[in-house]
């Protein structure tokens, strides 16, 4: 069984460029997750898929930010436009169920310079 | 205000000595708490889960112990090898808030052979 899959594994963009970010979850898994680490911080949630439906997207830092599902298969994050303090690691992650553990992918480097 | 304080200094241990890891946390109402080892360059990887109502869990050579009276979990490898040198994340999954996980910042453990 394939693990979820993060593309690109790094990309450095100038600022004010546009990113996105492909998050392919295990088959099967309904719920998927963003979340990032920026530079000596800890990992922060960013949102919550259940299949193509947004669950909670309490963590998104504003609405430079978008996270799509569509087909509720793999998921898309956009950053546009992209700013300096978006420079960290993107991490997706998924779960069949809600309350089990969650795999996660090797992550997204972005730098935005 | 919200804490996870996990000891952000190294840990250095000898080969087959037992590793203990600490989590503490403050102001939060846990539902589940869980463990994650991560290497560099890699996502998170899932290892074990405590539910508020257990006191410790066991898979191998790992022992988790959960106290939400003192708001703590402990982390332990026994006869810790070289292997096991990584980082380790507690993270938790609180009551009414969804299903996203927030992390503590991690603890590097270094098994010196």
């Known amino acids: 069984e394939a693990g979820v899959t993060q593309f690109p594994s790094h990309s450095v963009i100038e600022k004010g460029q546009t990113v996105t970010l492909r998050c392919d979850p295990i088959s099967g898994h309904d719920n998927l997750y963003w979340y990032r680490r920026v530079m000596g911080k800890e990992i922060k949630f960013l949102l919550h898929?259940?299949?193509?439906?947004?669950?909670?997207e309490s963590g998104m830092p504003n609405n430079r930010f978008l996270a799509e599902r569509t087909g509720g298969t793999y998921s898309t994050l956009k950053v546009q436009p992209a700013e300096l303090e978006d420079s960290g690691v993107y991490f997706c992650?998924?779960?069949?169920?809600?309350?089990?553990?969650?795999?996660f992918g090797q992550g997204t480097r972005l730098t935005v310079v | 205000s919200q804490k996870i304080e996990q000891n952000s200094e190294a840990l250095n241990i000898q080969e087959g000595k037992t590793a203990t890891l600490t989590c503490n946390y403050t102001n939060y109402s846990p539902a589940y708490l869980q463990w994650y080892r991560q290497d560099p360059g890699r996502g998170p990887v899932f290892l074990l889960l405590?539910?508020?109502?257990?006191k410790e869990k066991r898979k191998e050579r790992l022992k988790v112990t959960f106290d939400t009276t003192l708001k703590q979990s402990l982390f332990h490898i026994t006869a810790s090898q070289p292997a096991d040198s990584a980082t380790y994340l507690c993270?938790?999954?609180?009551?009414?808030?969804?299903?996203?996980?927030?992390f503590g910042g991690g603890t590097r453990l270094m098994v010196k052979p």
């Open positions: 992650a998924s779960s069949r169920t809600m309350n089990t553990e969650a795999f």
């Open positions: 898929f259940v299949k193509e439906s947004k669950q909670d």
């Open positions: 993270a938790l999954l609180l009551n009414n808030a969804g299903n996203m996980l927030t």
């Open positions: 405590i539910r508020e109502n257990e």
